[in-house]
């Protein structure tokens, strides 16, 4: 027999769905659309300098190097061009993720700070 219970205000899918939308990267347009792409550079970091493949990270170069360079030498890293250096650092932004957004646009609002009386 059931008892009095407090009434569920919130199912546990709706605050996973919260949890989720906050923080998935989807919408926002053209300007996500691009964000997604990964800005200008792309999502790879490094591009090899001789064939001009992308790789994400050095030991991802260095793999590539090893299987399609060999004969050319040793594998040096600061030989392959830094992309995102080029185009300034930071590629993308998360344009569409909510969680990511400044409080006052979450609709987060906090009070102004009063200054302590001396």
């Known amino acids: 027999m059931g008892g009095k219970a407090k009434a569920q205000k ?17 919408g926002g347009g053209s300007a ?13 970091k490094y591009k090899c300098n001789i064939c001009g ?11 590539h190097w090893d299987s399609k360079h ?10 392959w ?9 930071v590629t993308t932004a998360g344009v569409a993720v909510r969680g990511g957004l ?3 646009q979450r609709g987060i609002h906090k009070a ?6 001396h």
């Open 102 to 104: 400044p409080d006052k």
């Open 53 to 63: 493949q992308a790789a994400p990270d050095p030991k991802s170069a260095e793999a």
């Open 70 to 79: 060999t004969k050319m030498g040793n594998f040096d890293i600061s030989l």
């Open 32 to 44: 996500g659309i691009k964000d997604r792409q990964g800005g200008k550079a792309g999502h790879a």
């Open 10 to 26: 919130h199912t546990a899918a709706e605050i996973n769905k919260k949890a989720f939308e906050a923080t998935v990267n989807r």
């Open 81 to 89: 061009t830094d992309v995102h250096a080029e185009v300034g650092g």
């Open 112 to 117: 102004p700070l009063k200054a302590a009386a």
